[in-house]
């Protein structure tokens, strides 16, 4: 990353405005139907979001806030996709000062060239975006928290009813069907927060790493619809999973699941929109909790993420 | 730990990451160039033209009427607004005081074609989704206009015809290119448009100022990245035939959008890289895609709107 553009995401700290109230967007689309554009005459000014009837200056999240959020799912994922391709987690360089322990992993006996070749170009996606939040967030950067890649699936596999025990790492289908359970959900983590980013440069940021995000999910649902329709059938269990855990807390644009197939390539609603998430029902997801109400720890993070957004508020 | 593997590994990563740099460099600048526009406000107010959401929801509409007749064609062999499917759209502008413009397919103006003949009932499923996955973004975008109290495009004239055949003769893939005679010119046909939607998402993401606007525009991207990500996973695995035009095809949309300041070689084919990697994701050294302007999207698609396309973004 060239060192102008890391001047410049640092530079949008320090001009970063306070973030508006309103947070919730689960009406989203609802009031783009509703309200249409709030501000469709000129360039933007800073305060044109905030709703009026603000009693106070918000208190949400920054926008670092946000992006050590994402960072804490890109640590994730890149310590599954590093453990599938290379048998070893993110090197210390990429994890922090003091990094939570990781969990499981190993390295997948990849039988098929194509899938390997899938595998590699992800691990490295997943790294890059690894290291280009921690450069942007700089010394706000939060460090990599405790990762859980074995009795989370375990977990996973008896709440979806797919078994006592689901390694992801055992062969390269368990290895798609694992990938599967992190991609949809990365999508709707970011498209949830873009519009809450309110540095320009971020947004644009979130929204390119949003896109590679899709490229990946529908990646991994491609090579479902092409395989072995068991690991089809237990990827659909794991999208009702998600769905119930994300629909505990309200939120979102509603039914936020498509169970893959070869004519559901795409998670998308009925106006073919996908879909986003809160933080809170992202939590939910990642915690492996389905039940409403404050979850801290679990799952993926058994010691709950790092940063200001770690625990549901609801 | 294998520190012999460990650097391996790395050294890898490292290669991969250098492959991409040099369009790195150059998207960085683009980002900031696009931040820039975003934020003209104090600066350069004068060099932006002040567009509304609505022009650049009404710039999309044109790439959904586009990438929908596309679809529709290769599908079922007629055009969007054609009284044999189940749901005909609107190719009018909302006010109904502009009329639809022509499609020049290759049996003719606005004429019928056979649709593309596939083989392989997983990709058919495919491209059935997609076809109404773009049907329904037209629709959507022209109900959100109107919501909006602003009026959507009519349609554009567009040619899927010679418009194939000269972007053939660029590329250098041949006199021309029919992209509705087999299945795997249909994916050939499918990338030349998907990648580009996405930059063009992400390109005009950070200029709308209505959230809730936003939030739509972002739920388009994902969808489109989502279809680009199947598309070249579908031509990683139709071999290197196909990989090699992807390829020679990205070159050209890259060179286009170097004609209208776009980043040098800001396009990637799909592929095996130096490292055994896939190149399925459209992204650079730093895992994240490309965002373009309306004008490098416009110089990208001149071909298929042989008179511009309607809107105030022109």
Known sequence: MSNKVSELLQGGFHSRRKFLAGLGMGAGTAALMGCGSDSSTTTPAPTTTAPATTPAPATGPTDADILNFALNLEYLEAEFYLFATTGQGLSAADTGAKPGATTGGAQVSFATPAIKAYALEIANDELQHVRFLRKALGAAAVDKPAVDLTNSFNAAAVAAGIGSTFNPFADENSFIVGAFTFEDVGVTAYNGAAPLLKDKTFLTAAAEIMSVEAYHAAEIRTLLAYGDPKFLALSTQISTLRGTASSSVSGGNGADETAPSSKTIVASDSNSLAYFRTPDQVLHIVYLNATAGVVSTGGFFPSGLNGTIHASAK | ?314
């Open chain 2, 1 to 314: 730990m294998d520190t012999i593997i460990e650097k391996e590994a790395i050294e890898t990563l490292e290669r991969r990451a250098e492959r991409r740099s040099d369009r790195r460099k150059a998207i960085m600048f683009g980002g900031a160039a696009l931040a820039g526009i975003a934020l003209t406000s104090k600066f350069a107010a004068a060099q932006a033209p002040a567009f509304t959401d609505a022009d650049y929801l009404n710039f999309a509409l044109n790439l959904e009427y586009l990438e929908s007749q596309f679809y529709t064609l290769a599908t079922a062999g007629v055009l969007i607004n054609d009284s044999s499917l189940s749901s005909p759209l609107s190719i009018d502008s909302g006010d109904q005081s502009v009329k639809g413009g022509t499609v020049v397919t290759k049996a003719g103006v606005n004429a019928k074609i056979t649709p593309v003949a596939f083989t392989t009932p997983v990709l058919q499923d495919y491209a059935g989704e997609t076809a109404t996955e773009e049907r329904n973004h037209v629709t959507f975008l022209q109900t959100a206009l109107k919501s909006a109290g602003a009026v959507s495009v009519a349609q554009p004239n567009i040619d899927l015809f010679n418009s194939f055949n000269a972007l053939a003769v660029a590329a250098g893939i041949g006199a021309t290119f029919d992209p509705f005679a087999d299945e795997t010119s249909f994916l050939l046909g499918a990338f030349i448009f998907e990648d580009v939607g996405v930059t063009a998402y992400t390109g005009a993401a950070p200029a709308i100022t209505s959230a809730a606007i936003l939030q739509a525009a972002a739920s388009i991207l994902a969808v489109e990245a989502y279809h680009a990500g199947s598309i070249r996973t579908r031509i990683y695995l139709a071999g290197t035939a196909a990989q090699d035009t992807s390829t020679k095809i990205a070159a050209a949309r890259a060179s286009l959008s170097a004609s209208a300041g776009g980043a040098a070689n800001d396009d990637i084919g799909v592929g095996t890289d130096s490292t055994g990697a896939a190149t399925v994701v459209d992204a650079n050294a730093t895992a994240m895609t490309t965002s373009r302007t309306p004008a490098q999207v416009l110089a990208i698609t001149k071909a298929f709107f042989p008179n511009g396309v309607t809107g105030n973004i022109k």
